[in-house]
């Protein structure tokens, strides 16, 4: 059975940072992506891996400052988040492309993942 959980959210002051974690479980030979969404809007695709994490893409408006990383051994992916502002503020999900790893194209669309974990809760706020 997949599953994958996510952690790692929290409540930080604007400037902060965090590290997401994405516990993969039941599977491991497929990319990964990290999506977010904030209330009202639509869901936004961050980061993909692939599973050799020889392929990494991210969505320009994070470039330098969200970095996309996992540990296969530990079935696990991260994503660090640094000098995060008020607008970053949503439920952060990891999701799984279980045909391929490879990071499906486009990376940021969630029509391309089939596995979802349920979202961990970033709040940036003084």
């Known amino acids: 059975q997949v599953q994958l959980v996510e952690s790692g959210g929290a409540l930080v002051q604007p400037g902060g940072s965090l590290r997401l974690s994405c516990k993969h479980s039941?599977?491991?030979?497929?990319?990964i992506g990290w999506f977010r969404q904030a209330p009202g809007k639509e869901r936004q695709g961050l980061a993909c891996?692939?599973?050799?994490?020889?392929?990494?893409f991210y969505r320009d408006s994070v470039k330098g400052r969200f970095t996309i990383s996992r540990d296969n051994a530990e079935n696990t992916t991260y994503l660090q988040l640094n000098t995060l502002k008020a607008e970053d503020t949503a439920l952060y999900l990891c999701?799984?492309?279980?045909?391929?790893?490879?990071?499906?194209?486009?990376?940021?669309?969630?029509?391309?993942?089939?596995?979802w974990g349920q979202g961990t809760q970033v709040t940036v706020s003084s």
């Open positions: 039941g599977f491991n030979r497929y990319a």
């Open positions: 891996i692939s599973y050799k994490d020889d392929l990494i």
């Open positions: 999701a799984a492309d279980r045909r391929s790893g490879w990071c499906p194209y486009p990376f940021t669309s969630p029509d391309n993942y089939d596995s």
